[in-house]
T-cell receptor, first 115, second 114 residues
């Protein structure tokens, strides 16, 4: 079964540094998402992306965050200047377009640790 | 705005015993409801979903869930738990439109003892 893949599995960075989290959605999917899960808390929506633009974003997704689909396969989340509170598990998800009721398929996540 | 409440943070059951994980949602219209499972170090795997029709939905791994509109609930059940079911379970609700971000509950951690 096709999978959403995320790299790296674990990223450690210093406060103030830029990080890029990478995702390869399922190939025929056209809706892409980023969610995050701070340790011990709920999974929170960050942003959705369709047709090369952001379709919806949460209040968490401020100017420090950006997303990009640089080529036909990758979908990236960039945090420009990381803060301690950005430490979390970040999940990428994708959904196919043809079925509007199709569920999200999640990757295994990237654990980001900001020190 | 949608919201999801999973009132149980941690549940421990014996292997072979039945399981029910509670989920209550808040949403003004007909919700789309999901249960996901997260094993340690893994992503979120869809167990089952409800959009309309039969209020009892069957999922993978022997799980089922029942949508009760009157109680705003979507509880997850399994008649006989296996040790491999130990994981974190998340209930989620989506708006009734195509590209809908999901709102998740805080999750319930399931431990299974022999």
């Amino acid at each position: 079964e096709p999978e959403v893949t995320q790299t790296p599995s674990h990223q450690v960075t210093q406060m103030g540094q830029e990080v890029i989290l990478r995702c390869v959605p399922i190939s025929n999917h056209l809706y892409f998402y980023w969610y995050r899960q701070i340790l011990g808390q709920k999974v929170e929506f960050l942003v959705s992306f369709y047709n090369n633009e952001i379709s919806e974003k949460s209040e968490i997704f401020d100017d420090q965050f950006s997303v990009e689909r640089p080529d036909g396969s990758n979908f990236t989340l960039k945090i420009r200047s990381t803060k301690l509170e950005d430490s979390a598990m970040y999940f990428c998800a994708s959904r196919e377009m043809t079925d509007p009721y199709s569920p999200l398929h999640f990757g295994n996540g990237t654990r980001l640790t900001v020190t | 705005a949608q919201s999801v409440t999973q009132p149980d943070i941690h549940i421990t059951v014996s292997e072979g015993a039945s399981l029910e994980l509670r989920c209550n949602y808040s949403y003004g219209a007909t919700p789309y409801l999901f249960w996901y499972v997260q094993s340690p170090g893994q992503g979120l795997q869809l167990l089952l979903k409800y959009f309309s029709g039969d209020t009892l939905v069957q999922g993978i791994k022997g799980f089922e869930a029942e949508f009760k509109r009157s109680q705003s609930s979507f509880n997850l059940r399994k008649p006989s738990v296996h040790w491999s079911d130990a994981a974190e379970y998340f209930c989620a609700v989506g708006r009734n439109s195509g590209n809908t971000p999901l709102v998740f509950g805080k999750g319930t951690r399931l431990s299974v003892i022999a």
